[in-house]
Structure formats: structure tokens, C-alpha cells
């Protein structure tokens, strides 16, 4: 019998799953939010409903074609470990770092950080990714949506 290989679940599916289940309850708690304020602008809700229906369609794709197989051995994790720890280490740290240093500071380090390690050899190219990416940022949010990011360390950021 020659049929088609049968579809076949691997960590990065269950994974996925997981990370499916995440999105989708950060997507009804973003869903509880205000879309729009009462003077018609966009509302805390606008961009957590985006970002979270956006997830939950990235994570269903990339779980269908995780199922495929021989799809295992393309998975980062599996050829990139430490890699992959170091920026999970990287991610809780700068969590841990948002509040007390501001969203512009820690997204600076975070970037500078994990840059240097990805891109090697580039160290003002990634300076000046890692400085002008949270300012540009910090002006989107905080100045011309006015939503305000943690201010940390610096006062006027």
C-alpha cells in the first residue's frame, strides 16, 4: 500500500499547542478591552486583539505544517539548543527588566544582547538597531498613541 506518510505529532507540535492555548487566553483578555476610548481613538484593546489573533493564526499554521513529516529536523530548537536557551534567558531577564529600567533601556539591552550574539561583526549596525528600534517605539506608543510604556530609569521616556 503507497499512500501518503502519516501526519505525525513532535515536541514542536505539542509546543505549538501549548503556545496555542497561551494566545488564546491572552486574546480574550485583550477581547475584554476597550477597542476605542470615548473620544473615538484606538483603545487599549486595538493592538493586544491584533497581536493575539495574529498569534493564534501563526501557531495553527505553524502546528499543521509541524505535522508533516520529517518536519521535526527543521525545527531551530533541535539544531540550535543553547541558542534557543540563551534567548529564553534573555526574554525572562529583559521581562524582569522592563519595569525597573523602562521599556527603552531594556528593549535596548535585550536588542544589543541577543544582536551581538545573531549578528556578529556588526557591532554598530547593531547599536544602532538596538538604539533606534525601542526609540522609534517609545515615539509610536508613548507620543503619538499615548499609550504609555514604563518609564524605568529614564523620566521623559
Same mark, same amino acid.
Given at each position: 500500500? =503507497? $499512500?501518503?506518510? #502519516?501526519?505525525?505529532? !513532535?515536541? %514542536? !507540535?505539542?509546543? *505549538?499547542?501549548?503556545?496555542?492555548?497561551? +494566545? #488564546?487566553?491572552? !486574546? %480574550? +483578555?485583550? +477581547?475584554?478591552?476597550?477597542?476605542? !476610548?470615548?473620544? /473615538?481613538? &484606538? $483603545?487599549? /484593546?486595538?493592538?493586544?486583539?491584533? &497581536? $493575539?489573533?495574529?498569534? &493564534?493564526? *501563526?501557531?495553527?499554521?505553524?502546528?499543521?505544517?509541524?505535522?508533516?513529516?520529517?518536519?521535526?529536523?527543521?525545527? =531551530?530548537?533541535?539544531?540550535?539548543?543553547?541558542?534557543?536557551?540563551?534567548?529564553?534567558g534573555a526574554g525572562v531577564v529583559f521581562l524582569l527588566a522592563l519595569l525597573p529600567l523602562g521599556a527603552v533601556v531594556a528593549s535596548a539591552i535585550f536588542l544589543l544582547a541577543t544582536l551581538s550574539l545573531l549578528d556578529q561583526g556588526h557591532l554598530i549596525r547593531n547599536i544602532v538597531i538596538a538604539v533606534l528600534l525601542p526609540v522609534g517605539l517609545y515615539l509610536l506608543f508613548d507620543v503619538a498613541l499615548n499609550a504609555g510604556l514604563p518609564s524605568g530609569v529614564l523620566p521623559g521616556f
Open positions: 500500500m =503507497t $499512500g501518503k506518510p #502519516a501526519l505525525r505529532a !513532535t515536541a %514542536l !507540535t505539542v509546543f *505549538l499547542g501549548v503556545l496555542l492555548v497561551v +494566545m #488564546a487566553g491572552y !486574546t %480574550l +483578555m485583550a +477581547m475584554e478591552m476597550q477597542w476605542r !476610548t470615548a473620544a /473615538g481613538r &484606538i $483603545g487599549p /484593546g486595538f493592538f493586544p486583539r491584533i &497581536i $493575539g489573533f495574529a498569534a &493564534i493564526a *501563526l501557531c495553527v499554521i505553524a502546528a499543521v505544517q509541524s505535522l508533516r513529516p520529517g518536519k521535526e529536523d527543521d525545527a =531551530t530548537s533541535a539544531r540550535h539548543p543553547k541558542v534557543l536557551l540563551v534567548f529564553v
